[in-house]
């Protein structure tokens, strides 16, 4: 638990830096949010319900608003959109519902390609598995063709279509973040190696150097002070 616990905390900043301001991002730089998504919530055993098992008081809300055709004016005029994908829209307010399931938000709607809806887990997927997020494959999933059609086209001077990654990595960042906390006040240990310093933190834990960092570099960071009290404070 001490590793999975280590590589959520840093794949959800990995994550957060990239979603940070998307639109001046390269199309490349947007395509590395698609394997922190499945790696945290798609893959056969998410990371995040790894951590989950240890946690499972923390709570963890996915707050998205769905693609909808009242969101659609083409569809309000009785046209059908080529192509259409969720913008910062999709992002959730904190007093909308939660989704709190994993596979209810694997199917939640977030766009839509020649009338094939498209889900966060579809598109999440096209991403990673086939313009190359992971490897580099053939569009073979209802929807994928259209996507990829399009990739070519808006290559080297629109991102518009791939920054849907940056929102859903919002969404996904914003459920995590009480995880990320947890984590940090409460870091898994060994009793028998993991002694507490003059500071309340561990000696030879991960928790130590990554506060440090963390403290040397705050432009990003500004719950690290918190962050280590809480530590030093909560720790077992």
Do not use: C
Not at 95 to 122: C, W, Y
Not at 140 to 160: R, V
């Amino acid at each position: 638990m001490i590793l999975a616990e280590w590589l959520f905390v840093e794949t959800v900043d990995d994550l957060r830096r990239r979603i940070d301001d998307p639109e001046p991002r390269t199309r490349y730089e947007l395509l590395g949010i698609a394997p922190l998504l499945r790696k945290l919530l798609l893959d056969g055993a998410p990371l995040l319900e790894t951590v989950r098992v240890a946690r499972p008081e923390v709570p963890v809300e996915f707050r998205i608003r769905p693609w909808t055709e009242l969101e659609d004016k083409f569809a309000a005029e009785g046209l059908e959109r080529y192509l259409g994908l969720g913008d910062q829209r999709l992002i959730g307010d904190p007093g909308d519902p939660a989704i709190t399931n994993l596979e209810e938000l694997k199917m939640t709607v977030v766009g839509i390609a020649q009338g094939e809806h498209l889900t966060f887990r579809s598109v999440v997927r096209y991403y990673a598995h086939v313009e190359g997020g992971v490897h580099f494959g053939t569009a073979k999933d209802p929807g994928e063709s259209t996507l990829s059609s399009m990739a070519p086209i808006l290559l080297g001077h629109s991102t518009g279509q791939i920054q849907t990654l940056a929102h859903l990595g919002q969404i996904t960042v914003d459920a995590l973040e009480p995880m990320r906390r947890s984590i940090l006040a409460r870091p898994t240990i060994h009793t028998l190696l993991h002694r507490k310093d003059d500071r309340g933190l561990f000696m030879n834990h991960w928790t130590t150097k990554y506060f440090e960092s963390q403290a040397a570099n705050p432009v990003h960071n500004h719950d690290v002070a918190a962050s280590t009290r809480a530590g030093a404070r909560e720790a077992h």
